[in-house]
């Protein structure tokens, strides 16, 4: 690095120094030269970017020219330069550009990792009093992005790291800010991370589990975050376009929080204009922060909501209540006083069938209450809780399948059944005491999944808990047999459009290895007898490679192309050449 230095520029420098006739001054002239020295005494000092800065502080103090250039000369190391020609030589090697490129990037990031200093990083603002350039090429590259996440998740108090996430996000990339610590220090990079979580919530129907749990989570980091967000998504769910999805993510993330020990009741009922109705309020609020329902607060709302002027639906279409009201009604466990449990019945059944129109142009009072469905849903709860809360085996089950097809559908039915066959067989002893090929209460959930496609994802976590349960007391070859017939299940659930989920659990199986290999090659078997096409690309994406899997499929080929793996590989490598 060869830099010029005109002699006539230092003493003009001087000159003005010397006349007074710069706007920065130094109240003491000998200290701040010797702060200088001490700085040019460092390792490649001329490489740092407030060089320049302190050149104009030495000058202007009266500092010599000839000492500095010598101070600056004798200790340049040139290890920036030595890093450069190390870096052509691995290239001249025959190394790729990439790799070399990846290699000092990674060091750097390393080396900064363990050196970073937030207080020194704080003065860069001061020292320059603007944005640095640097700073502002360095966002550009996702590499260097990627560092000042993991540096703002450990300095979340650095100045310039916050500011620099806000250059970030500014810049369009709030999608990769996946830190929620990192989002939530400033409400402007929190809402832009919020509004990319909800559109992919909105835009990913067959990932929605995972988008809501992504969202929830990030809502979830603190009081601050749950309030802000919860009511930012309530003035979006009265859109009528889209708002029962918004007011779907709303209730899914309450469920979040309760998962995880958060109360937010009280937020909850603020939020949800519970405070016009006292009583149900009360004993609404008074059920959902124990966890638990009593006879006395469900007989308070049985009260209003059978009155004439019943309080709001949604007070009620609270998913903790909710959840609560099914299980006490489809779990055995679980003991109701035949006195209140038409209660609990009205309650669960209004909940989930009748449909409040509020008012535009009228009164409020003038509610519009549609209670067409209540009566026939109150049947089949009663209906369906009768042949639940009954001990008995597969056998005894058969004579009340029909009545219970009837009732499953109506959608709370479907999922009261769910939680009631889920109580039965994750059971240790069913499998044992079972010896039908496919047990009836599984079958059941056949026709569930069939009914309500928008229960198909429960019953896919019921499924994967099975197939994951430890059963010891089975033998290995009964063990197999039984996780077939769950394998069949999937299938079924996958004809029923369950597709993509099924899939990804089951290529998750493969890349873990700790599946059988023969379960995965009956899997593979009962799907290629199952489909055919057109495959969505996604489709093809998933199952292509688990086809291709000589492990997998290699005894189920022949000799020709005649065969379902063979046909199915080369149908997609003809119609399918970007994959």
């Not at 790729?96 to 200093?117: G, P, R, W, Y």
């Not at 309030?227 to 779907?248: A, D, H, P, T, W």
């Not at 069913?430 to 429960?458: M, N, R």
Request: glycine share 4%.
């Amino acid at each position: 690095m060869e830099v010029e230095y005109d002699d006539s520029g230092w003493q003009g420098r001087a000159k003005q120094t010397a006349s007074g006739e710069q706007e920065v001054h130094e109240d003491n002239p000998q200290k701040t030269i010797k702060e200088c020295l001490e700085k040019f005494l460092t390792p490649d000092y001329i490489m740092e970017p407030g060089i320049f800065t302190q050149l104009k502080r030495y000058f202007q103090s009266g500092g010599s020219p000839e000492e500095v250039i010598s101070m600056l000369s004798e200790n340049y190391k040139a290890v920036a330069q030595m890093a450069n020609l190390l870096a052509e030589w691995l290239i001249l090697a025959g190394v790729k550009v990439t790799e070399v490129q990846a290699m000092v990037e990674n060091h750097l990031k390393e080396m900064i990792l363990k050196s970073f200093d937030p207080k020194k990083a704080d003065t860069i603002f001061t020292e320059e009093g603007e944005t640095p350039d640097w700073l502002t090429e360095m966002i550009d590259h996702y590499t260097w992005r990627s560092l000042i996440y993991r540096l703002a998740e450990e300095y979340p108090d650095c100045l310039m790291l916050n500011f620099t996430i806000k250059l970030i996000s500014d810049a369009g990339f709030q999608s990769e800010i996946t830190s929620i610590s990192t989002a939530a220090q400033q409400i402007e990079v929190f809402s832009r991370v919020l509004k990319t979580s909800i559109v992919k919530f909105l835009n990913n129907p067959d990932d929605v589990h995972g988008a809501i749990q992504e969202c929830a989570r990030m809502v979830c980091h603190g009081q601050h975050t749950y309030v802000y967000s919860q009511v930012l998504i309530q003035v979006l769910s009265q859109e009528q376009k889209g708002g029962f999805n918004m007011k779907r993510l709303s209730q899914e993330i309450i469920k979040y929080a309760l998962q995880n020990n958060q109360n937010v009741t009280p937020i909850t009922m603020a939020l949800n204009g519970s405070a016009v109705y006292p009583q149900a309020c009360q004993a609404l609020t008074s059920m959902l922060t124990r966890n638990t329902l009593n006879p006395a607060d469900i007989t308070v709302l049985f009260r209003n909501y059978s009155g004439s002027d019943p309080p709001p639906i949604d007070l009620i279409r609270n998913p903790q209540f909710l959840e609560l009201l099914v299980d006490a009604l489809f779990r055995a466990s679980v003991k109701i006083n035949p006195e209140h449990k038409p209660k609990y019945v009205f309650l669960l059944a209004y909940a989930s069938s009748v449909i409040d129109q509020p008012a535009k142009k009228r009164p409020l009072t003038e509610r519009l209450l549609n209670k067409d469905e209540l009566k026939s849903t109150i049947q089949a709860i009663e209906k369906a809780h009768a042949i639940c809360i009954v001990d008995q085996g597969s056998t005894e089950l058969i004579a009340e399948l029909q009545t219970l097809y009837n009732c499953i559908k109506y959608p709370v039915v479907g999922v009261g059944v769910i939680r009631w066959i889920e109580n039965v067989v994750m059971e240790p002893s069913y499998f044992k005491l079972s010896t039908d090929s496919c047990p009836t209460h599984l079958a059941v959930l056949d026709e569930v999944a069939g009914v309500h496609p928008t229960l198909q994802q429960q019953i896919l976590f019921l499924l994967i808990r099975l197939f994951e349960s430890k059963q010891d007391e089975l033998e290995i070859l009964v063990q197999l047999e039984m996780k077939k017939m769950i394998l069949d299940r999937m299938v079924n659930l996958l004809t029923r459009g369950c597709v993509v989920p099924v899939l990804r659990y089951i290529k998750q199986c493969c890349a873990i290895e700790d599946t059988d290999i023969s379960l995965i090659r009956y899997f593979v078997t009962e799907v290629l007898e199952t489909i055919t096409h057109p495959y969505s690309p996604e489709f093809v994406q998933l199952f292509l490679p688990m086809v291709e899997n000589e492990e997998i499929t290699g005894t189920m080929r022949g000799e020709g192309d005649n065969d379902p793996v063979s046909e199915f590989i080369v149908h997609c490598k003809h119609n399918y050449t970007t994959l």
